[in-house]
């Protein structure tokens, strides 16, 4: 028995989908649900956002996004993803703060492994953020203690315990050590 998808909709409609109706993205206009996170997910996403959003803040280098912001990366279909943590630079900002998603990728995107998150499925959501642009996206594994750098263009790079991230080229002078993310 072969299942149907769904009817396709658009970012607009995704945007008046109740809330109640559960959290979800949207990938090629079909709606796809995603699970609430849980503690230790939450957790490390704040261990990565907080640091990154001060940085930010002080040098005014533009905004750093929390969970559930949607970013608008593909039209006709529309897909709109929303990482757990994102920061888009100051000069990409639209000044006239339209209601709606955020269109386009982040500069950076950070993704927190969940249980129920496979590698590949980690992995293939990596390409698919730069795919649509993103330059750095950074999938973080709290199983592993462990984070992966995405790029364009050049392979994966893993860091843990003592070793320091940093994207200059995206956000300068921020640095965070990985082992920082997992403790109190």
């Known amino acids: 028995m072969s299942i149907m998808p769904g009817p396709r909709i658009t970012a607009e409609q995704l945007l008046l989908r109740p809330s109640d109706a559960g959290r979800c993205e949207l990938v090629g206009g079909e709606i796809r649900p995603v699970s609430p996170a849980g503690e230790n997910h939450g957790f490390v996403a704040m261990n990565f956002g907080t640091p990154l959003h001060e940085h930010v803040r002080q040098l005014r280098l533009g905004r750093v996004y929390a969970a559930d912001t949607g970013f608008l990366l593909a039209r006709n279909p529309d897909t709109v993803l929303a990482p757990d ?43 698919a953020w730069l795919q649509a642009g993103c330059q750095v996206v950074v999938n973080v594994d709290p199983e592993s203690q462990t984070i992966e750098i995405w790029r364009p263009d050049a392979e994966p790079q893993t860091l843990r315990g003592d070793d320091v991230f940093a994207a200059d080229d995206v956000i300068p002078g921020f640095r965070l050590r990985i082992a920082d993310l997992f403790v109190e």
Do not use: H, I, N, W
Request: net charge positive.
């Open 85 to 127: 943590v994102a920061f888009v630079r100051r000069a990409r900002l639209d000044p006239t703060r339209k209601p709606g998603y955020v269109p386009g990728p982040p500069d950076l995107c950070v993704e927190v492994r969940s249980p129920t998150d496979s590698r590949p499925a980690m992995q293939r959501k990596a390409r």
